[in-house]
């Protein structure tokens, strides 16, 4: 989109779309892990408790920093939402994060769970960690907005089918608000407070 194009759009917020999947993968990884160690393994629990530790570290980092200079250069470019654009609700945009990835999310724990008996615990531990990570890129887009006093939004229908692409190839810019529109606060979390206008 055109940076002049001031079309009405329906507007996701990109922190809460980024946070949505950080639950449910941190969750079902925590679970997984649980059970595996009741199982010993291939390898024995020491040996899977050590590689999922490191796969957890591996993996919350690569999540954190994956596409951030795309996220970056989205977000110097934004440009002022119009009066007329309607901005998606934090609810709704989780739970079309969440539907559009419900099958992923049951393969991700089978296959946590099945790797616990070659290597305990590590497959849990890498989703965990990639929960992790989601949770930390979303705090990092959280001190931009606050640094920037402006929250970042992307065209609903840029996010793809399972609405969680807010960096894709598809996504041409970003727009922003006010740091009190909508009903999520910097870094996607639920306001504690009413925001004040």
């Given at each position: ?5 001031r079309r009405?759009?329906g507007l996701?917020?990109?922190a ?25 393994g ?5 040996i ?12 919350g980092?690569?999540?954190?920093y994956?596409?951030?200079r795309?996220y ?25 994060w969440?539907?559009g990835?419900?099958w ?52 609903v229908d840029w996010?793809?089918a ?15 608000t ?20």
């Open positions: 989109m055109a940076r002049g194009d009405a759009q996701a917020r990109v809460v779309v980024v946070r949505a999947g950080a639950a449910p993968l941190w969750w079902l990884g925590v679970f997984a892990a649980g059970i595996g160690l009741l199982v010993p291939i390898t024995g629990r020491r899977g408790v050590l590689a999922g530790a490191a796969m957890f570290v591996i993996a980092v690569g999540v954190t994956w596409r951030r795309r970056a250069e989205l977000a110097r470019s934004a440009a002022r939402a119009g009066k007329h654009d309607v901005l998606q609700d934090r609810a709704v945009s989780v739970r079309n969440r539907r990835h419900r992923w999310l049951l393969l991700a724990f089978a296959a946590a769970l099945g790797s616990a008996f070659a290597v305990p615990t590590a497959g849990g531990m890498l989703l965990a960690g990639c929960g992790a990570g989601l949770r930390l890129k979303a705090a990092w887009l959280g001190r931009r907005e606050r640094d920037g006093e402006a929250l970042l939004w992307v065209r996010l793809g399972d609405g969680g692409r807010p960096a894709g190839k598809t996504v041409k810019a970003y727009r922003s006010g740091i009190a529109a909508g009903d999520a606060a910097p870094g996607g979390a639920r306001r504690r407070t009413a925001a004040l206008v």
